[in-house]
């Protein structure tokens, strides 16, 4: 099933009045986390779009201007965009919601629980999905028992190669793939540069892919499968948002059974982890044709190297059309729990 542009179950009339009554779009983006400028971009590009359509679309950078703006002038709803941490991992809906503001995407405890690695693996692993195998410490476990054997036991139990990742967090920041015992180390103290915890997680030799999901009202439905080709073999920073550098292929050179299965493992993560309206899952399908579960993301990139809209294309959806409708949504979401 795909999902029409302008959602799949409400009659045209009842459309046109949402849309008319939709009013100003804010557009929360930038921000202080390492990925302030991917979300400043990302925010750009949503706004510019809302706007080709006839949205009124605003887009503020988040500072300390941004609560007295939000009080003073209060938009009908919100969309956030902001990436890394208080982006999401529920603070900023958190506070949306203390000012009553409708907002697209998960509330704050779906955020807190996607926005941490480790808990997600082990929320969507508990549903029957494929993981890899992973350990996940605090920097003070790494120094107050010491790193040489915490990190002796942890290649006996993983194996070799491993990738290490900060426990939160996103656009690959302090994500290393370490093929020998000796560089383990320097990969902690890497990974505690954004976080201080770190996943270390069993590498998987496979083709990734990521698959967004959205839900303009009639259930969460995969988009299409994007896969990813690095040119230089790792889908760092510079991969995901520097043109030409990572070859993107949507739908995914996979069998159908595959991409099926694929589908239903982002639409169970979306589900199991209490997302709404949109994300995006990360996997990796191994050589036996399994898609292995990765993480998840509740603020997809928008930019133009972003996989979210490549998927929406690819399911030939316009994605200011998609992104206005779940603007709509969420504003009758609030006005529906004021009503009841």
Known sequence: M??????????????????????????LAGGLSPEREVSLRSG?????????????????????????????????????????????????????????????????????????????????????????????????????LGAAALIERIVARLGLPVVVKPRAGGSAFGVSRVDDAGGLAEALMSCFGYHDSALIERAVAGIEITVGVVDTGDGPVALPAVEIEPAAGVYDYAARYT??????????????????????????AHRVLGLRDLSRTDMIVDAAGVA?????????????????????????????????????RARTRRDAAHAG
């Open 44 to 144: 750009g590009r949503l706004r510019d779009a809302l706007t080709r359509i006839g949205v009124e679309a605003d887009l503020a950078d988040v500072d300390a201007a941004t609560l007295p703006a939000l009080a003073a002038d209060p938009p009908d709803v919100v969309f956030p965009v902001l990436h890394g941490t208080s982006g999401e991992d529920g603070t900023i809906r958190e506070v949306l919601d203390l000012y009553d503001l409708p907002y697209v995407g998960a509330a704050p405890p779906a955020c807190r629980v996607a926005f941490d690695k480790a808990t997600a693996k082990a929320a969507v692993g508990a549903a029957g999905v494929a993981t890899p195998a992973a350990v996940t410490l605090p920097r003070e476990a790494f120094h107050d």
């Open 292 to 328: 292995q579960f990765l993480e998840v993301n509740v603020a997809p990139g928008m930019t133009d190297t972003s996989t979210w809209p490549m998927g929406l294309h690819a399911a030939g959806l316009d994605f200011a059309v998609l992104c206005r409708d779940l603007a709509a």
């Open 243 to 268: 043109a030409g550098a990572t070859a993107f292929f949507t739908p995914a050179r996979l069998d159908d059974a595959v991409l099926r299965a694929a589908a239903a493992t982002a639409v169970t």
């Open 2 to 27: 795909t999902p029409s542009p302008t959602g799949p179950d409400v009659p045209d009339t009842a459309k046109d009045a949402m849309m008319t009554d939709l009013g100003r779009v804010l557009i």
